[in-house]
């Protein structure tokens, strides 16, 4: 088994976190890890992403070949894009569906047009949020929506999300919990 | 195993080194070692590890001095341009050696993903004489720090620890072995060691030259292998190709090569183990050298054979790989497909449609940031005095160059700001001003502003006071709120012309009027504009 993502959004939406609940579930099945990311300046709405390799073999490399990744998931669809020359030919994007308006003259038709080419899954992952009950658990809808394709179970996810929001108590760990199972249902239906 | 970042992973070897102290200035991306060391020590007292922000670099890395002068093992961190500021108290304490391990730890910034350069730290280490690990994985990480603290009592040297920015922010398992003791408290008993007067210095200077020998040897050791694969194919045009590989570059090339890899050395350790090296020029036509960060090998190398050998090198001086930026598997599989020693990869480029869709997406500064109401001060002042040079600084406020602020035309470096705008005003330029940060002021604003004050120079400094360090993720800033202000005026600012005021917008017209007015003082003047940096609030 050798499974690598690429994990794009945009600084503040929760990337990190995302790729934070993956490393667990992956530590405890056993898997071998690496998972490089740029911190610096992601705190003020620039571009944010990470290179998490999994596999039953050791990993060499940090970073992932271009053309060789498995997925691309993403919290904003112009960084899923931004990631394309990354996937190797068959492979998937998942995204969410809300575009981050900061930028000047967002292109959101060309951005959609060109996700619709490659047959990317596209989530409304804020509306499965706000049914949770905060849109901001987005993060864990698309994580929960993007497990089916990953090497994993939902069950893998239930202690690294629990640990992840701990420190801001039983209610927010219970409204993470409920965003992530709201994403994996969401796909199946 | 405990999943580790690479900064995480030095941090934690440092602690289970037993160290008193862990000494730094923030700085991308070698912040997470202190703040992982922090935690923990707050976790847990029992440690007894002392852990606060210092000044500057400077300030930690004799900070560690002192600790090493009374026995006890210290931590030094930094980003690679904090090493400039730290140069004089590193280069020298090569000849001062170490009584209890002291350990830099300095991360380098290829691709200055988050730096003004890409300096490479090496240089630095080969300059003070100094031993330089440089590990490739997490695990290195970890096991290159505890042999660092080991290598400098056993040798008595300062040890540097160079990372990069892919490392240190890469995450990996990483087992961890036992805890060493802690020394006990035991200040340095020979004086002549620990002062470097001019005949002292000469004796201890030879003494560092002969310690470059037990450098040698130790770096003929295990802890840069040397893999030989004679049945591995040659090259049609360059024949047997060997490599020569440091850092994380080596991830690349098993990348590349996962099981059967040309012969190759992997430098952990620096100064490189010179025999190893030459043992792979005998077997090979042409040697590939793969580093992060400048060509150092490739060039020290050079050197040190000219006249035993005429290497066939390949590396970024020769062109097979690009002379800036960080390297990556792509670059490295290019680079041997080249050669003809791997299959090439498919040429990836990005399709029309995804290129007519993308736009960047730079980092800005937060809605609601302080910053943002000072710079429309300074437009608006701008709008009114004519020319009006701002000498900027380093911080969330260097965002400010970019419209639709256009507040800073200059930045250089930690406290360049009133310097500069010292100079112009020496050379004649009048009015001029300069934008400092409160954490930068406290790290090398304070003699800038004091030489200024004690020639009255026709300035304004504007400090921006947002009560943090901001940009590296909100350290504690030691020059912000009343401190700050009883600095100003202990260097002997006139306090008539020492201002406050709050950047929000109901009071920008009012703001404007006090920065007008000081700006056409014949004099040196300090406006503070204070208000919280918004991310602190939550
Ligand atoms: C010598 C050196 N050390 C550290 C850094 C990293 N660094 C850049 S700006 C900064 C702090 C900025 O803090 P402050 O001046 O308070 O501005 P703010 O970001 O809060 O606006 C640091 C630590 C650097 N660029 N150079
Ligand atoms: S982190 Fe603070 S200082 Fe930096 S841009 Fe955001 S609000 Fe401004």
């Not at chain 1, 420190?167 to 927010?172: D, F, P, R, V």
């Not at chain 2, 840069?224 to 590989?245: D, E, H, Q, R, Y």
Request: a negative charge; glycine letters at 8%.
């Amino acid at each position: 088994m050798r499974c690598d993502v690429i994990l794009a959004g945009v600084g503040g939406q929760g990337v990190l976190s995302m790729a934070y609940a993956i490393d667990h579930a992956a530590m405890a099945r056993g898997y071998f890890i690496k998972q490089s990311e740029l911190h610096g300046m992601s705190q003020r709405g620039g571009a944010v992403s990470t290179h998490l390799r999994l596999s039953d073999a050791p990993i060499e490399s940090d970073l992932i070949c271009k053309g060789s990744a498995d997925f691309v998931i993403a919290m904003e669809p112009m960084e899923a894009l931004r990631y394309t020359a990354f996937l190797k030919p068959k492979g998937l994007i998942v995204t969410s569906a809300a575009p981050v308006k900061n930028i000047d003259d967002y292109p959101l038709e060309a951005v959609m047009a060109a996700l619709k080419a490659r047959s990317a899954h596209i989530v409304d992952a804020d509306a499965l949020a706000k049914e949770a009950g905060s849109q901001k658990s987005a993060n864990l809808v698309l994580l929960g929506a993007a497990i089916r394709y990953l090497p994993f179970d939902a069950g893998d996810f239930e202690a690294p999300i629990a640990s992840l929001f701990a420190h801001k108590g039983s209610e927010a760990v219970a409204l993470n919990l409920k965003a992530f199972h709201l994403g994996v249902e969401g796909t199946l239906r | 195993m405990k999943l580790l970042l690479g900064d995480e992973a030095v941090g934690q070897a440092a602690i289970d080194s037993g160290i008193a102290s862990v000494n730094g200035y923030p700085g991308t991306p070698s912040t997470e070692i202190f703040e992982y060391i922090e935690a923990a020590a707050k976790k847990d007292p029992g440690l007894r590890i002392h852990a606060e922000w210092a000044a500057n670099e400077k300030v930690a890395y004799e900070q560690a001095l002192g600790a090493s002068y009374v026995g006890q093992r210290s931590l030094v961190t930094m980003k690679h341009v904090g090493l400039n500021v730290a140069a004089d108290p590193f280069v020298n304490s090569a000849l001062v050696g170490a009584k209890g391990g002291i350990v830099l730890c300095v991360a380098d910034d290829p691709s200055m993903h988050s730096s003004q350069n890409e300096q490479d730290s090496r240089y630095y280490a080969q300059f003070a004489k100094l031993p330089c690990f440089e590990p490739a994985t997490q695990q290195d990480c970890y096991d290159f720090t505890r042999l660092a603290f080991e290598l400098s009592e056993r040798l008595s040297l300062p040890v540097v620890v160079r990372m990069v920015t892919r490392l240190a922010h890469s995450r990996a398992p990483v087992s961890i072995s036992d805890p060493a003791m802690r020394n006990p408290l035991s200040p340095a008993e020979d004086r002549n060691h620990w002062a470097l007067l001019p005949a002292l210095s000469r004796k201890l200077y030879d003494e560092l030259l002969m310690k470059q020998a037990l450098l040698e040897k130790e770096s003929e050791g295990d802890v840069n292998p040397l893999v030989m694969n004679p049945a591995f194919p040659s090259s049609a045009t360059c024949g047997k190709v060997g490599v020569i590989v440091s850092g994380i570059a080596y991830n690349y090339f098993r990348e590349v090569f996962p099981k059967d890899a040309p012969s190759h050395l992997k430098v952990g350790l620096y100064p490189a183990p010179l025999q190893k090296v030459k043992a792979l020029l005998e077997a090979c036509d042409t040697v590939c050298i793969l580093e992060e960060g400048y060509p150092f090998l490739e060039q020290t190398l050079q050197g040190q054979l000219q006249g035993h050998f005429a290497p066939q090198f390949k590396g970024r001086l020769t062109g097979h790989l690009p002379m800036s930026g960080e390297l990556s598997p792509d670059l490295v599989a290019r680079s041997f497909a080249s050669l003809g020693l791997c299959d090439p990869l498919p040429a990836i480029d990005e399709a029309d449609d995804v290129k007519a869709a993308l736009r960047p997406r730079p980092p800005k500064l937060c809605p609601g940031c302080p910053h943002v109401d000072t710079y429309r001060m300074i437009k608006a002042l701008r709008e009114s005095v004519q020319p009006l040079p701002v000498f900027g600084d380093i911080g969330c406020y260097t965002l400010g160059f970019y419209p639709p602020h256009q507040g800073i035309d200059a930045c250089l470096c930690m406290g360049a700001s009133i310097s500069m705008a010292k100079g112009a005003s020496d050379a004649g330029q009048r009015p001029v001003l300069a934008v400092i940060g409160d954490s930068t002021f406290g790290h090398s604003g304070l003699t800038g502003l004091l030489t200024a004050a004690r020639e009255n120079t026709p300035m304004t400094v504007m400090i921006l006071d947002n009560s943090t360090t901001a940009m590296t993720g909100a350290q504690k800033s030691l020059e912000t709120g009343d401190p700050l202000m009883q600095s100003i005026l202990g260097l002997g600012v006139d306090p008539e012309h020492v201002k406050i005021v709050c950047p929000l917008p109901q009071h920008h017209e009012a703001n404007v009027e006090i920065l007008k007015a000081e700006v056409a003082y014949e004099g040196l003047s300090v406006v503070i504009s204070r208000r919280a940096c918004v991310k602190l609030r939550k």
